[in-house]
């Protein structure tokens, strides 16, 4: 079963703090990693996408990709009340695209 | 602008009867996909399509069906609704390749009584 994987939450952090959100996949094949937001009642956006190993930064963002260990996280700096949201982590696994279930992130002021 | 449009975004039906979800792009992207979302599952795809009649199975296709006839649309079909299909539908779509990042439409909440 190809599976991704997400701690649910809720993750709560302070305003200005780091958040971060982890992720899990189960197919070493997979090759790009997309860190959506959806805020509730409302479709999913993209933050952040990567296809290499590392690390990339956009703004306050940063998403972390280890294929070793099968592993995308997606750290949140400076974290605003703004912010507050359900994070999507989906992997795209040979044309199937596949979503976790989200883990929901509020940021209290 | 470029966008993705759902409609309707609300519908309730009755289980047996057939509904159609529309979804037009105007991206003029090649990809577009069928999800649905339910508490707990997160985001399964139902049909997705590469091109103009080309369409394909997805992780929970039983029951729905779609149709490519050009590129801007790619409407879904309930065959004969069952309360088990009550979700919230979302349409999106890509360009290049099926790994690109996909950009979503807002939505349709359906009910089936």
């Known amino acids: 079963q190809k599976e991704v994987e997400q701690n649910s939450g809720p993750l709560s952090v302070p305003e200005g703090a780091i958040a971060s959100l982890n992720c899990t996949y189960s197919d070493r094949g997979s090759q790009s990693f997309f860190w959506y937001r959806q805020y509730s009642g409302k479709s999913p956006e993209l933050i952040m996408f990567i296809y290499s190993n590392g690390d990339k930064e956009d703004g306050r963002f940063t998403a972390q990709l280890n294929k070793a260990s099968q592993y995308v996280s997606l750290l949140i700096r400076d974290s605003q009340p703004s912010d507050s949201a359900t994070y999507l982590c989906a992997v795209n696994q040979v044309n199937d695209m596949r979503f976790g279930a989200g883990t929901r992130l509020t940021v209290k002021p | ?113």
């Open chain 2, 1 to 113: 602008d470029a966008e993705i449009t759902q409609s309707p975004r609300h519908k309730i039906t009755e289980t047996g009867r057939q509904v159609t979800l529309a979804c037009h792009q105007t991206w003029n992207h090649n990809n577009m996909f069928w999800y649905r979302q339910d508490l707990g599952h997160g985001l399964r795809l139902i049909h997705y399509s590469y091109g103009v009649q080309d369409t394909n199975k997805g992780e929970v296709s039983d029951g729905y069906s779609v149709s490519r006839s050009n590129t801007e649309d790619l409407p879904l079909t309930l065959e004969s609704a069952a309360s088990s299909q009550t979700s919230v539908y979302f349409c999106a779509s890509s360009e290049g390749t099926a790994d690109q990042p996909q950009h979503f439409g807002d939505g349709t909440r359906l009910s089936i009584l």
